[in-house]
């Protein structure tokens, strides 16, 4: 179930490299479903090991691949990674807070944060 949920922080990692990215795992995953809407790369779910080198020479070979996955890194950045995208998800996610937990607490006085030291 992890799997189908999570998102790796190295696949933003990955995209910033600028090369096209090679996802080997279930199709039901998070980072499947995300390379089906921005194809960065080759996703493959195989678990036959022909098909598997296959798909892996696919993405060797296939010349206008990075070209591609350049558009889609491009698209993924602006639309899902990127700051402003993030920004927004935050913002939204702090809006659904209880009111309390909307502000920050006043910060210590220094007399209490040196007694709390």
């Known amino acids: 179930a992890c799997v189908r949920q999570c998102f ?22 998070s980072v499947h479903r995300f390379m089906e809407k921005y194809p960065v790369g080759v996703s493959c ?17 296939d ?10 890194r491009q698209a993924a950045i602006e639309q ?3 700051s402003q995208p993030s920004s927004q998800r935050l913002a939204r ?9 909307q502000t920050a607490p006043a910060p210590l006085s220094p ?4 007694a709390y030291l």
């Open 63 to 72: 010349a206008s691949l990075v070209e591609r996955a350049a558009e889609a």
């Open 80 to 82: 899902e990674l990127g």
């Open 8 to 29: 790796p922080n190295k696949l933003s990692l990955y995209l910033s490299a600028g090369l096209p990215i090679f996802y080997h795992g279930p199709e039901d995953s």
């Open 93 to 101: 996610l702090i809006g659904a807070l209880p009111q309390e937990l």
């Open 45 to 61: 779910s195989a678990v036959d090991v022909t098909a598997l080198a296959t798909a892996i020479a696919d993405t060797v070979t």
């Open 111 to 114: 007399a209490a944060t040196a």
